[in-house]
T-cell receptor
Framework: GDSVTQMEGPVTLSEEAFLTINCTYT??????LFWYVQYPGEGLQLLLK?????DKGSNKGFEATYRKETTSFHLEKGSVQVSDSAVYFC????????????FGSGTRLQVQP | NAGVTQTPKFRILKIGQSMTLQCTQD?????MYWYRQDPGMGLKLIYY???????DKGEVPNGYNVSRSTTEDFPLRLELAAPSQTSVYFC?????????????FGPGTRLTVL
């Protein structure tokens, strides 16, 4: 069935290290893709999004490119900060019907000073 | 503009009790959703609504009920609470046609059933 698979965490990095969090999806059709971030004790915030193949979403130094051929939407950041410590969720949404998000299980990122 | 608000923030229930989780949005969005987040897992869709008076089941609806009498409010009802309903509950809203169907989330309600 339709699903999102993310790399398991936690991912522990030192400040200024390069970050990659892998995400692949299985969906019928052409979904929109999202990365949400959840800081400790808070709700989900949209980090970035992409609506079609080869689109690149970017925000706060994070980037992800919609790769239709590999059904992937990997999250990257060139230099992480302690304040980036959070749980990151990959998700997709079909623009028909319920228009509800299908989420991956989340990846916890811990950035150490 | 408060966005999506949820009450209460925390609640402890005993097995068999019932309660209503409140959700309100002030963005005039037609679509509203209830998700639950279990530890170490992504969010699962419980129920959703595409407009006032219209609701439908998501992936995990058992043990829950919803109503949508107004555009703003989308309460989630738990009848006969069970330990399996211990979770964090998030309400969200969106408006198709406004950007990429971005969903806006409330801060969540942490529910424990003992």
């Amino acid at each position: 069935g339709d699903s999102v698979t993310q790399m398991e965490g936690p991912v522990t990095l030192s400040e200024e290290a390069f970050l990659t969090i892998n995400c692949t999806y299985t969906a019928t059709g052409y979904p929109s893709l999202f990365w949400y971030v959840q800081y400790p004790g808070e709700g989900l915030q949209l980090l970035l999004k992409a609506t079609k193949a080869d689109d690149k979403g970017s925000n706060k130094g994070f980037e992800a490119t919609y790769r239709k051929e590999t059904t992937s939407f990997h999250l990257e950041k060139g230099s992480v900060q302690v304040s980036d410590s959070a749980v990151y969720f990959c998700a997709y949404l079909m623009d028909t019907g319920r228009r509800a998000l299908t989420f991956g299980s989340g990846t916890r990122l811990q950035v150490q000073p | 503009n408060a966005g999506v608000t949820q009450t209460p923030k925390f609640r402890i229930l005993k097995i068999g009790q019932s309660m209503t989780l409140q959700c309100t949005q002030d963005m005039n969005h037609n679509y509203m959703y209830w998700y639950r987040q279990d530890p170490g897992m992504g969010l699962k869709l419980i129920y959703y609504s595409v407009g006032a008076g219209i609701t439908d089941k998501g992936e995990v609806p058992n043990g829950y009920n919803v109503s949508r009498s107004t555009t703003e409010d989308f309460p989630l009802r738990l009848e006969l609470a069970a330990p399996s309903q211990t979770s964090v509950y998030f309400c969200a809203s969106s408006q198709p046609g406004q950007g990429v169907n971005e969903q806006f989330f409330g801060p969540g309600t942490r529910l424990t059933v003992l």
